[in-house]
């Protein structure tokens, strides 16, 4: 149990485009999903935190109207890139919480790469 | 605001012993987490402390100093696939607001 799955696994675009990131929690109901960001050799850094139904609550430094979280429901989030450029290329995991695990673990998507020309 | 300190870098021997630091200062602690982390790949859980103590689970350990802000992951027999990032993660927060703040990881590189 406690599978997080996340779509696609990379991507690659236009400067200026938009990407959309989904993450979906396959055999549990999350009530709080995380989405980090991760440069290379870099640790994770947590850019918001989402609740189902509410808004999603964003790190400082960390621009709400470029980074678009939606969750609507106990099992999908999504973050959108809007207008990425080049300085946005990164590693994006999300996490969910609300699984099996007896600590209240998060537990972690396999991550996405993108990578914007 | 949180800090978390862990070594860049570690080498160890095939069948050894590695210790492996974590020194934090954070406000609202509840808990400390040991994830791995291979290259290109999402973390996976390892353990939790979040009482004063050793927890043991195979071949790996970890050990929570709350008074001193100290933990430790220690990897027993050490594999060649044990060669990852292992990443040190405080818990803070409340009322269901539980969140994750990472240190940059120790890198360990396990040789025959």
Redesign the interface.
């Known amino acids: 149990g406690a599978v997080?799955s996340q779509h696609p696994s990379w991507v690659i675009c236009k400067s200026g485009t938009s990407v959309k990131i989904e993450c979906r929690s396959l055999d549990f109901q999350a009530?709080?999903m995380?989405w980090y960001r991760q440069f290379p050799k870099?640790?994770?850094?947590?850019m918001a935190?989402s609740n189902e139904g509410s808004k999603a609550t964003y790190e400082q430094g960390v621009e709400k109207d470029k980074f678009l979280i939606n969750h609507a429901s106990l099992t999908l989030s999504t973050l959108t890139v809007t207008s990425a450029h080049p300085e946005d290329s990164s590693?994006y995991?999300c996490s969910a919480?609300g699984g099996p695990?007896?600590?209240?673990?998060?537990?972690?998507?396999?991550?996405t790469?993108l990578t914007v020309l | 605001g949180q800090n978390i300190d862990q070594p860049t870098e570690m080498t160890a021997t095939e069948g050894a012993i590695v210790q492996i630091n974590c020194t934090y200062q954070t406000s609202g602690f509840n808990g400390l987490f040991w994830y791995q982390q291979h290259a290109g790949e999402a973390p996976t859980f390892l353990s939790y402390n979040v009482l004063d103590g050793l927890e043991e689970k195979g071949r790996f350990s970890s050990f929570l100093s709350r008074s001193k802000g100290y933990s430790y992951l220690l990897l027993k027999e050490l594999q060649m696939k044990d060669s990852a990032s292992y990443l040190c993660a405080v818990s803070y927060g409340g009322g269901g607001g539980n969140k994750l703040t990472f240190g940059t990881g120790t890198q360990l590189k396990v040789e025959l």
Do not use: A, C, D, K
């Not at chain 1, 870099?42 to 947590?46: I, W």
């Not at chain 1, 695990?101 to 991550?111: A, C, D, S, T």
């Open positions: 997080v009530t709080t995380f870099q640790s994770l850094m947590l935190t590693f995991i919480r695990g007896r600590y209240n673990e998060q537990f972690f998507g396999p991550g790469r």
